[in-house]
């Protein structure tokens, strides 16, 4: 089965201080992307970073970068100098069947303090 | 350009209703996911179409059923409605170049459904 998995439900960090979130994933494909998606009060889902699963480069997009280990089926990100802005939900993600749906995690609730 | 709207925001129903909810696509996207996402859970795919055609459906039952209409918009239908229905409802589009990627897709705000 095609999973992932969240395993801090909420995390809290100080304003600029670097913060890591966690997710792990099984799938049985061996070309796949891998996302993460910020979800803040507004309820909508924003793509903050994808990861191609054939690439060996991590994505980087700005502050934004994640640490992607396929062997150990392991896909963090790395928010470094937090703002306020960036407390939300976050949601790691794997396309699944072809692309047709998105398989989502369960969350971290992330606070980012002033 | 706009993106993807949805409606209503809030909607509060009895046991037993049955309720339709609206999203009209970003212009240019031509396939429409819906997504229940229930408090504290990730979004959970319910189905998606692709040029008015049901192209996928996740784990719910056929009292969840949809449409989508030529200009792309869509409508999610939930019939005979459960206690365990009262989620948020997201719709995401996405455009045929990136259909078969994974990404592309653009969320809505979702609709607040509450079941009493």
């Known amino acids: 089965a095609q999973t992932v998995t969240q395993s801090q439900p909420e995390m809290s960090v100080q304003e600029a201080e670097t913060v890591t979130l966690s997710c792990t994933y099984d799938t049985s494909e061996n070309n796949y992307y891998l996302f993460w998606y910020k979800q803040p009060p507004s309820r909508q889902m924003i793509l903050v970073i994808r990861q191609e699963a054939y690439k060996q480069q991590n994505a980087t997009e700005n502050r934004f970068s994640v640490n992607f280990q396929k062997a150990a089926k392991s896909f963090s990100l790395k928010i470094s100098d937090s703002q306020l802005g960036d407390t939300a939900m976050y949601f790691c993600?794997?396309?699944?069947?072809?692309?047709?749906?998105?398989?989502f995690g369960q969350g971290t609730r992330l606070t980012i303090n002033p | 350009e706009t993106g993807v709207t949805q409606s209503p925001t809030h909607l509060i129903k009895t046991r037993g209703q049955q309720v339709t909810l609206r999203c009209s696509s970003q212009?240019?996207?031509?396939?429409v996911s819906w997504y229940q996402q229930a408090l504290g859970q990730g979004p959970q795919f319910i189905f998606q179409?692709?040029?008015?055609?049901?192209?996928g459906r996740g784990n719910f039952p056929p009292r969840f059923s949809g449409l989508q209409f030529p200009n792309y918009s869509s409508e999610l239908n939930v019939n005979a409605l459960e206690l365990d229905d009262s989620a948020l409802y997201l719709c995401?589009?996405?455009?045929?170049?990136?259909?078969?990627?994974?990404?592309?897709?653009?969320f809505g705000s979702g609709t607040r459904l509450t079941v009493v």
């Open positions: 212009s240019g996207h031509n396939t």
């Open positions: 179409y692709y040029r008015e055609e049901e192209n």
């Open positions: 993600a794997l396309p699944i069947q072809g692309a047709q749906k998105l398989v």
């Open positions: 995401a589009s996405s455009p045929e170049s990136l259909r078969q990627a994974g990404y592309g897709y653009t």
